[in-house]
Structures are given as C-alpha cells and as structure tokens.
C-alpha cells in the first residue's frame, strides 16, 4: 500500500491552471514537497515545505506555483497557474527527511513517494 498518492493531473493547454493533491503519512516528515520528472530530463525538485513552515519554489514556477497543506499536515497541494509546455511531466510528491536551503526537499533512499500524476500542458 503506498504511503503518499497524487491525483489531479490531466492535459490542459497553456495558460491554464490544475491544482495537484497529495495525501498519505506526511505529517512526521521534516520535509513535504513536489518533484517532477519530464522526459529526457532529471528529476527537479519543484516546490517544498518543511516543518519550520519555510517554503521553496524551483526559480520556474516561482510566482506561478502555489505550495499549500492541510491543518493536519497529511494533504498537500500544488495550485500550478499558468502553465506553459515545458511544465509537462510527471509529478510526484515526496515526505522527506531534510530541505536544502532553498526549502525544496533532498530526496533520499528513505522517503515517501507516491507514484506521480502526469501534467500535460498543450501549446
């Protein structure tokens, strides 16, 4: 059973806007975040929260993508705005154990991850 699940994913064009869901056992981690892999590319962290409440934005989502959880600390969202062809790819939220200094998540061995959403954004 996994511990983390995503949902909301789908194809929008460019310009518009979807808002991804995250729930599972998140509220021990010290770091709660969204990566997304596209293709022929690495995996980039895309926007984290750590438990101090810091908050961090990859530099190309800033000011498009929102970050944001629940009261209980086991729903996370990603409220993506603005979406451009180049945000398309599969996106997976993580519970990790630590942020780096921008607030986005490390990603390490003993995380939880859930098994992504794709994001398709049409030009």
């Known amino acids: 059973q996994e511990k983390v699940m995503e949902s909301g994913g789908g194809s929008v064009q460019a310009g518009e806007s979807l808002k991804l869901t995250c729930v599972g056992d998140?509220?021990?981690?010290?770091?709660i975040g969204w990566f997304r892999r596209a293709p022929g590319k690495e995996r980039e962290g895309v926007a984290g929260?750590?438990?101090?409440?810091?908050?961090g934005y990859a530099d190309s989502v800033k000011g498009r993508f929102i970050i944001s959880q629940d009261s209980t600390r086991n729903t996370l969202y990603l409220q993506m705005n603005d979406l451009k062809p180049e945000d398309t790819a599969t996106y997976y939220c993580?519970?990790?154990?630590?942020?780096?200094?921008?607030?986005?998540?490390?990603?390490?061995?003993?995380?939880?991850w859930g098994r992504g959403t794709q994001v398709t954004v049409s030009s």
């Open positions: 993580a519970a990790e154990l630590v942020a780096d200094t921008r607030g986005l998540c490390v990603p390490t061995s003993l995380g939880d």
């Open positions: 998140l509220s021990a981690a010290a770091c």
């Open positions: 929260l750590d438990r101090d409440g810091t908050i």
